[in-house]
């Protein structure tokens, strides 16, 4: 081989490692810069569960410190918002679980319910008035108060008419003992529409408020029987809280709703005020201090922390796409 060929073949040589070089150090860094970034995720994901853990303790030492916060006399407020029915706000659990908090709690002189909802559920407003009678039993020195704002009508006054004194605003809507059934009947309708309903039952009255199926006069007759008794059961409750208070005949259970002022000739409430007048005037402390499911100033700020913490936490593992998580 001669000297030129053979200098051609060194310079090939010499460039094809400079290459290999060349890549090898590439791939090098990438691996480097790989172990970089797994090693910053692992520092950010245990700063972020540090960060987690570090809230959490801040907020069991602080609903500690709240119980321990009530260390002045007061008057407990829980509020009755929206409609009575289990999962919402006004759901039995969630009044009943402030009502024996507020009635434990030895600095509270008394409790005042206040009222803003068009009723609901009769059974879950029958679990809140036996309780109130069952604390009213255990705590006879604590008064419980309903106050009405807005309005306070069917299930509300229900709950209500367990207090010892009701209050209301005169132009408040205060009433409505009755109970209400409502559907509609779409049979004509699938007629002319030529579809065919079809429902299989075991029962021969299974379907019977089925609205794509004719309501037949046993099955009326029955429901309002229903209906009847359930009145009947709310009737003597209202009866039974408010005694020789009430004025009127029996219109006073015949659904309809009056206002604050017309209530208190009725005998339906006990006077014309606001929850803090009920406090200051009559229970005589006009410290109020709000129990049940309402969050504290605390629990706002861990609340609030934590959802920008999910956030983050979600991002960095991947999840962004699976929403807030609260």
């Given at each position: ?5 053979q200098?051609t073949v060194d ?5 094809g ?9 590439l791939l090098?860094?990438?691996h480097a810069?790989?172990?970089r ?7 950010f994901k245990?700063?972020?569960?540090g ?8 907020f069991?030492i602080g609903?500690?410190l ?6 002045k006399?007061?008057?407990?407020i829980?509020?009755?918002?929206g ?7 006004a ?16 600095k509270?002189?008394a ?11 009769p ?15 255990l705590y006879?020195?604590k008064?419980?108060y ?6 306070g ?13 009701i ?9 409505s ?13 699938i007629?002319?529409?030529?579809v065919e309903?079809?429902a ?18 046993s ?25 020789d ?15 604050g002022e ?6 339906l ?21 709000e129990y049940?499911?309402k ?18 936490l ?5 999840l962004?796409?699976m929403?807030?998580?609260?």
């Amino acid at each position: 081989m001669d000297d030129k060929l053979q200098a051609t073949v060194d310079k090939a040589q010499d460039g094809g490692k400079r290459e290999w070089r060349l890549i090898e150090k590439l791939l090098m860094g990438l691996h480097a810069e790989q172990r970089r970034s797994r090693r910053w995720g692992i520092f950010f994901k245990l700063l972020t569960f540090g960060y987690l853990f570090g809230i959490l303790a801040i907020f069991l030492i602080g609903k500690d410190l709240g119980h321990e916060v009530l260390t002045k006399e007061h008057t407990a407020i829980i509020d009755v918002r929206g409609p009575i029915a289990d999962g919402e706000e006004a759901s039995a659990d969630n009044i009943v679980g402030a009502l024996r908090a507020a009635f434990k709690e030895p600095k509270s002189r008394a409790v005042i319910m206040r009222i803003n909802s068009p009723g609901g559920s009769p059974v879950q407003s029958g679990y809140v008035y036996d309780e109130i009678k069952r604390l009213r039993g255990l705590y006879p020195q604590k008064k419980l108060y309903a106050v009405i704002s807005d309005i306070g009508a069917s299930g509300a006054y229900y709950m209500a008419a367990a207090a010892d004194e009701i209050y209301a605003d005169k132009a408040s809507l205060v009433g409505s003992i009755g109970v209400t059934s409502a559907g509609f009947g779409f049979v004509e309708l699938i007629d002319k529409l030529g579809v065919e309903r079809r429902a299989l039952v075991s029962g021969e009255h299974k379907a019977f408020l089925d609205p794509f199926s004719p309501l037949k006069d046993s099955e009326r007759r029955f429901w309002e029987e229903v209906l009847g008794t359930t009145h009947q059961q709310f009737i003597d409750q209202v009866r039974a809280g408010r005694g020789d208070r009430l004025k009127g005949d029996d219109s006073l259970f015949s659904g309809l709703i009056w206002t604050g002022e017309q209530a208190l000739k009725l005998g339906l409430i006990d006077g014309l005020a606001s929850s803090s007048m009920v406090a200051r005037d009559i229970v005589g402390q006009e410290e109020l201090v709000e129990y049940g499911s309402k969050l504290s100033a605390l629990e706002k700020l861990v609340d609030r922390l934590g959802v920008s913490v999910s956030r983050s936490l979600a991002t960095e593992l991947g999840l962004g796409s699976m929403g807030t998580l609260r």
